[in-house]
């Protein structure tokens, strides 16, 4: 059984670890091998820790737990698009990760439906729009937030890394609803 709960700065190791796992398994052939190599657990934890010692922001932390350890993070909050091309009150999903070997077992469909929810909170009422980036190649993505109601809307950037472009597509859910 998995249960989501707020992320502690007692989970940050673990949370650290699962993001460059997640990355160093969703990546692998997308983003430099040299990047993925070098993305570093301990400093990745201790910027976990900081920013939620300052309470920066509107931005939530969830975890999922299963038989005592966590097993999944996620991470949402207010569009970092809004006012530019969404409107007010647009939610972003900005990171979902899952153990590499748990992967379909349903942590990370548990983890979107807390996200959800969550994001209808913040945004204060039950219709509200959703978007988040996914790497144009990253295709088990993909399928997971497509299989979940979301659709690419068009938006496209880069992100760089280690020198090298990493073409991303926007999703939206619109409107929120529980898959």
């Given amino acids: 059984m998995v249960t989501i709960r707020t992320m502690t700065a007692a989970d940050a190791a673990a949370v650290a670890e699962i993001r460059v796992s997640g990355w ?3 990546y692998t052939g997308i983003v430099p091998q040299g990047y993925l190599d070098a993305m570093d657990p301990v400093a990745n934890a201790a910027a ?3 920013r939620l010692a300052s309470g920066a922001g509107p931005v939530v932390d969830a975890v999922a737990e299963a038989a005592g ?3 999944g993070w996620a991470c949402y909050g207010p569009c970092r698009d809004a006012g530019r091309d969404r ?3 647009t939610g972003e999903l900005y990171a979902l990760y899952v153990r590499p070997e748990l992967i379909g ?3 990370g469909r548990a983890l979107w439906i807390a996200a959800l929810e969550g994001l209808r909170k913040l945004a204060g009422h039950e219709r509200a729009r959703v978007v988040l980036w996914v790497a144009k190649d990253n295709a088990r993505a993909r399928r997971f937030y497509e299989r979940a109601g979301c659709r690419p809307d068009g938006a496209e950037r880069s ?3 280690a020198g090298t472009a ?3 597509v926007r999703y939206v859910l619109d409107p929120l609803r529980a898959p």
Avoid: I, K, Q
């Fill in 166 to 168: 990493v073409p991303e």
């Fill in 87 to 89: 409107p007010p009150g």
């Fill in 105 to 107: 077992t349903g942590v």
């Fill in 69 to 71: 350890a966590v097993v």
């Fill in 159 to 161: 992100e760089e890394y």
């Fill in 24 to 26: 160093r398994a969703a």
């Fill in 48 to 50: 976990h820790r900081e």
